[in-house]
């Protein structure tokens, strides 16, 4: 918590590990900062940012503090004033989409001693040629910027004839992909001195030979999805055999647009000697032998890709040797081909495609593949193909056993892209289905981080839109586990009248079929976890006649203790609310209620007892049933509960608390021994059973006040005393472990006494 912003500097030393490992130190600390930047920072007059602290932070930490903010999409005309004046410096900066004015870009960027400056999809009212003045204003950077990504932008809002690349005089990269980006633009491109690296994807080329300007000088040329091109195929060849300096070459195409220029190119022998990587994903008439050929007579090539291809079948085009193949006949080349096309939703959603097929023959964990499925679902959250291909390639790489070895990290991150796209797409219920499969998960439902109510807001919903039996099951079975994660207020808002209606329904239904399976056994544990300390769930169980149902589901199973557990424990919850304690007090319920005491079971014994200890708790005028059942009850409570075996820790839990504030009214209660003897076995029950967790509680509660009262009262019942001392004894062992509360230490006295 205490924490400055300076102190990253020292965090940095931890370097980020693999995905496997918990999150390092430096993201942690990142992602804080940034997500409470407000409280690490002044407002200028203008209402920008500025960090208080007056050290410097190193520039790496810099840079990297950048791409956070602009990884969770944070980056804004406020928030990018921390960057102005010499109080940061960076080098390699990303702002990828960011929302800010061309005049924050001025005054937050420019002024740094910049080498590479990604801009990716920033808002549309700045502009490529905004962007482009703004840095060529510092001489610096005119000399040293060397790379630059302009994707996604417009190139001017105003002026489309506007041109000022040639400032940039020290540029080396430049990838200017998805832009109106005409064959005037090319011209002043291609005459920039150090040009090395170009890429021109999905821009308004219509044509090339421009590019000749820098023949001598290009290395790494990508022209995918060029599709404005006007040139003929040999023209286009005569062009690119010109650059014979060429190393990396792109031609791919998205299927669509059909060009003849990768056929053709294959066929030439004597065209680009250096070339160590070539791409043509998604080109029609290939053939390996084509391929084959070409690769052959160059034998330093590194790459081929062949995604959306009918090659890269072969063995000499596996991709399992030095020649890396992105293509989808093998894991190896869907791999490579998610790792290059992360950018490309076409691409992404036909290597998803692929990678689904294969999923399906995996037998071990592939953390590295569901890391690449991460990154494709989370570039393109509203590609609805994406979405859908990725969340079935995700089940199946984490389906039963194979869940047990991936990373947390990547189960959370995959869950929450889930969430989004369900969240996205309401409408689709193949990706309801997958998200809830899923989160069936013990794995996922116990120890991996996500946002439980959001998902438990999604399970519900489905249960009340969808009949089919497996699913239900599924359903209610998340979401009895889900309830007892959320906060008791999250519980009220989820408890929606409509969900409890739903979900006695589904009691009904199996209470006339007879029917005791598993989506009833679930039903009634999440009405009962849905019911813990919530209010306004029991009273939408009350309103919608869920105890004369719940009476039934007793009749109708009259020797099943597993069911009169749950509906006893949920009726339990019921009988806490204060307000419905009279909706209970119905005859053949207390009837029922006094002949369940006696029974064998234990959890039915113990559940039975607690409703009535509640209810007589509230003393003789609350009770409105006949008094002499009153009396009989009392004692019979009394007796019952002393009957019972004394509650040692090798027992079965009964219960698992949210916490034990329903305990200490009853505790309260002197004036009938029976109602806190209930209170006190339960209470000790569970701190024998799992002491680091009620102990805890119990301190924290301020629970152990009631404790002591009980101990000094001398009308105190003397076996309600026994177990209350007991549990002060549990107390006192368990402090001794785990340190004293401040609040209970004795003060110090002067004298050593
Ligand atoms: C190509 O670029 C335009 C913007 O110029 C964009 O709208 C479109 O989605 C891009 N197409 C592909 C296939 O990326
Ligand atoms: C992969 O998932 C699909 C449904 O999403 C399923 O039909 C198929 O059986 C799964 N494959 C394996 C091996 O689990
Ligand atoms: C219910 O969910 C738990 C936890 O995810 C799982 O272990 C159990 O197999 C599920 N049961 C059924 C019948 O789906
Ligand atoms: C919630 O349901 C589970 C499964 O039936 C049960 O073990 C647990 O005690 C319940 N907890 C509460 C507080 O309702
Ligand atoms: C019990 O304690 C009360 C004060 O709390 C006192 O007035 C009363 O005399 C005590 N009774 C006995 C029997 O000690």
Known sequence: REFSVSSLSLIFICLQQAEASPYSLLDISLKALTADLEKFCTERQDGTLCLKESERLPQEVADRLLQTMAFHELLNDGTVGIFRGNQIRLKQACIRKAKISALSFRKAFCHHKLIELDATGMNADISIADIVSGLGSNKWIQQNLQCLVLDSLRLSLTNPYERCF?????????????????????????????????????????DITPLLACKDRLKSLSMHYLKCLTMTTPQVLDVIRQLKYLNHLDISDDQQFTSDIPVSLLEQKDILPQLVSLDISGSKYITDEAVEAFVKQRPAMQFVGLLATDAGYSEFLSGEGNLKVSGGANEIQISEALKRYSERSYFVKEAFFRLFTQTCFMRITKPEI??????????????????????????NLTRQGLSAGMPVRLLSDVIHLLLKAVENFPEQQQLQKNCLLLLSSVRILQDVPFN???????????LCNHENQNMQRMAVNISSILALKLSSEQTAQLSAELYIVELLEIVEQKTNLNEVDTTFMFTLSALWNLTDESATTCRHFIDNQGLELFMRVLEC????????????????????????????????????????????????????????????????????????????????????????????????????????????????CFTISGVQLWAVWAMQHVCCKTPARYCSMLIEEGGLQHLYDIKENNQTDPDVLRINNEILDTVETHMMYYGRPKYLKKPQTKSNG
């Open 166 to 206: 040639n400032q940039l005089s020290g540029l080396r990269a430049l990838s200017i992909t998805n832009v109106r980006f005409h064959n005037e633009d090319l011209v002043e491109i291609a005459s920039l001195p150090r040009l090395e690296s170009l890429d021109i994807s999905n821009t308004s080329v219509t």
């Open 370 to 395: 569901l890391k690449l499925v991460i990154v494709g679902m989370r570039n393109h959250p509203l590609d609805l193909a994406v979405q859908l291909t990725a969340s079935a390639c995700s089940l």
């Open 452 to 462: 439980r109510f959001e998902a438990a807001k999604l399970v519900m919903q489905w």
């Open 557 to 668: 199973f009259p020797s099943d203790s597993a069911i009169q557990h749950k509906v006893l424990g949920l009726l339990n919850n019921v009988a806490e609310v204060r307000e419905l304690q009279s909706k209970l007090m119905w005859k053949d319920f207390i009837d029922c209620l006094s002949e369940l005491l006696c029974s064998a079971e234990i959890e039915v014994s113990f559940f039975s007892a607690g409703i009535i200890a509640n209810l007589l708790s509230r003393g003789e005028q609350a009770w409105t049933l006949s008094q002499t059942q009153r009396k009989s009850l009392i004692e019979q409570l009394h007796s019952t509960i002393l009957k019972w075996p004394t509650p040692k820790c090798k027992m079965v839990a009964l219960v698992a608390y949210r916490s034990l504030n329903p305990f200490y009214p009853l505790l309260d």
